[in-house]
């Protein structure tokens, strides 16, 4: 399996800043997979991200130490007009990212910046709109549309550039429960149909324990825990490095000291719940 | 204390946000309010301090009605945090941030010094005292915003979307402060679709849906109604959801996973 992200090494510090915002941080992201970043707020994450779609160093100033490579290129050596093509990236909030005239327009924005001919903006764009099922919002403004309408929005304009590598920073804080879930069942799909590799932050992690293939938790910059959501979720480190494990999840861990159910394998509430009822409990 | 009557609110863009809302706040109550994204929850908030007047109907707080006073005066008595704290932060440093509000409510600068202090430390914000409010993360802005709101200590606070951008811990701290809150006698309003969040602190819960209210009534009681829920698109807390399963009595349902526990050790045999 090839990497489509090798982090070596990696360390920034802020100009101005008292100490690294990021340090000794090393990753290799498989392609096709998808990746969730977990840890304290002010942890690093985003200045992680940032490294990734090569915002430091080319617009941020500080001290960069190791290496970051993005399909066996080097970020720091990439211009940011080529990493566009190969990373995309959808911000916290989406009203940062769009604010053409029409969905459409606002789909099409990114490529255009790159000069891509006319019919292929318009086979790109149809696509990604198809994909994301905004078709009818084509000509609607954007800013009418609901946060998780904008969000699709902004998400088609980052697939239109055929990335191989999506970042999503808190895709899902401000959705409501049902729209986070139908956004992550999206993600699910995209990897399936298009294989595109997914690198998230997000703290509400019940959403993604089951498309997640990795999970790697930050504190104070540097990476604390690496493993499958399962074997994070379920250790014993997570919950003091302020990751959010589930209620349900916290009960099993409970159950399982007590001898009552498996510890190994996380539950949902139903499951749990049947085996409670069934053990005769 | 904070009173809406038949409150009708239609945007510019011809959206109707709030269609015939009533809702009576008391002093000293925590109140959620939840729904899905535009069922009208951040609409409502804004008419509060009279940032929105209502086009039908009449918002109050402590009998006065906001049309016939300043948005000022008001946000002494009720502090807002609204959800995208980008919009309320304008210092040149964070120290200045906080000060602001307290030196144009006109507390002696001592006391404002003090206060300053008190809202760095409680919520984290110490080491940032000289920085520009820009360069602080998403959460580090939401927690400097309701930490100005605390200072200038209002009788309610409402806080918008609180959990956005913020991890474990610092809801847990979060959830804390509620509490200190509500043990001090301050009315809390707490907008948020984050049911996990809420559920454990068992607040009076108001489901919105489409500018309308659903459903209000105690949290253990609100969030059994699981039709009610799905049809409003909220979420159930999951361990309602697991109490349901297992056929735990819904009047005393579980409120934290040592709950859960203590029941389930109590049916063995
Ligand atoms: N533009 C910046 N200038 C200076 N310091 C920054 C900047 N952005 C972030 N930081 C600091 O770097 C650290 C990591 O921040 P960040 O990467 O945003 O964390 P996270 O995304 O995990 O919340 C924090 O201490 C933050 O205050
Ligand atoms: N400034 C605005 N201009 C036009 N429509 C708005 C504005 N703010 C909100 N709306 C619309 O009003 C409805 C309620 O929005 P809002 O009160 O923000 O809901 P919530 O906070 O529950 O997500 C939505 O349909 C939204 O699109
Ligand atoms: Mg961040
Ligand atoms: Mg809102």
């Given at each position: ?20 915002a ?77 604010f ?90 995209l ?18 324990v089951?498309?997640a ?6 504190s ?7 493993g ?46 049947k ?7 | ?57 009449r ?27 980008d ?22 600068p ?90 454990p ?69």
């Amino acid at each position: 399996m090839t990497s489509i992200l090798e982090i070596e090494s990696f360390g920034f510090r802020y100009a101005n800043a008292p100490r690294n915002a990021v340090a000794d941080f090393s990753l290799e992201v498989t392609e096709g997979s998808i990746l969730v970043l977990a840890g304290p707020s002010g942890c690093g994450k985003s200045t992680l991200l940032r490294a990734v779609n090569g915002l430091i160093p080319h617009m941020y100033n500080g001290d960069y130490s190791g290496d970051v490579k993005v399909a066996g290129r080097s970020v720091k050596g990439s211009e940011m007009r080529e990493l566009a093509q190969t990373v995309g990236f959808l911000f916290q909030n989406p009203e940062n990212q769009i604010f053409m005239f029409s969905v459409e327009r606002d789909v099409a924005f990114g490529l255009e910046n790159l000069g891509v001919p006319h019919d292929e903006i318009r086979s790109r764009v149809d696509e990604a709109m198809e994909l994301l099922g905004i078709a009818s919002l084509a000509k609607r403004a954007p800013h009418e549309l609901s946060d998780g309408q904008k969000q699709r929005v902004a998400l088609a304009g980052v697939l239109a550039m055929r990335p191989k590598l999506v970042i999503l920073d808190e895709p899902t804080s401000l959705l409501d429960p049902r729209t986070a879930k139908e956004l992550v069942e999206l993600v699910a799909r995209l990897r399936k149909e298009l294989g595109t590799t997914f690198l998230i932050v997000e703290h509400r992690l019940e959403l993604l324990v089951e498309v997640a293939d990795k999970m790697v938790v930050m504190s104070g910059g540097r990476k604390v825990l690496d493993g499958s959501p399962q074997e994070v979720l379920m250790g014993d480190l997570a919950e003091g490095y302020g990751v959010a494990v589930p209620a349900v999840t916290k009960l099993q861990k409970m159950l399982a000291g007590d001898g009552l159910v498996r510890g190994d394998r996380m539950m949902t509430g139903t499951e749990l719940a049947k085996t409670i009822s069934q053990a005769g409990h | 204390m904070i009173e809406f009557e038949g409150v009708s609110f239609t945007h510019p863009n011809g959206v109707l946000a709030l269609d015939n809302v009533d809702l009576r706040i008391e002093k000293g109550e925590t109140l959620a309010i939840v729904g899905e994204n535009g069922a009208g929850k951040t609409t409502l908030v804004r008419h509060v301090t009279g940032l929105l007047k209502p086009a039908k109907g009449r918002v109050s707080v402590d009998g006065v009605d906001t049309r016939t006073t300043t948005t000022a005066t008001l946000s002494r008595k009720v502090g807002v945090a609204f959800q995208n704290p980008d919009h309320q932060l304008f210092s040149e440093s964070v120290e200045a941030e906080m000060a602001f509000a307290l030196k144009n409510f006109g507390f002696e600068p001592d006391v404002v010094a003090k206060r300053v202090s008190w809202g760095l430390q409680t919520f984290g914000l110490e080491e940032y005292r000289g920085s520009s409010p820009l360069i602080l993360s998403g959460g580090e802005k939401k927690r400097l915003t309701l930490a100005c709101i605390l200072a200038w200590d209002p009788d309610a606070v409402i806080l918008d979307e609180p959990t956005v951008g913020q991890d474990a811990l610092q809801k847990e701290r979060l959830a804390g402060t509620v509490r200190m809150l509500g043990a001090a006698g301050k009315t809390v309003v707490i907008v948020s679709h984050d049911i996990e969040f809420l559920w454990p602190m068992q607040p009076r819960v108001v489901v919105m849906k489409s500018g309308r209210i659903v459903a209000d009534g105690p949290a253990a009681e609100v969030m059994q109604r699981r039709e009610a829920l799905d049809s409003a698109r909220v979420a159930q807390p999951q361990l309602v959801a697991f109490g349901q399963e297992l056929g735990a009595k819904p009047e005393r349902p579980f409120v934290d996973a040592l709950g859960a526990r203590r029941f389930i050790e109590g049916r063995r045999p």
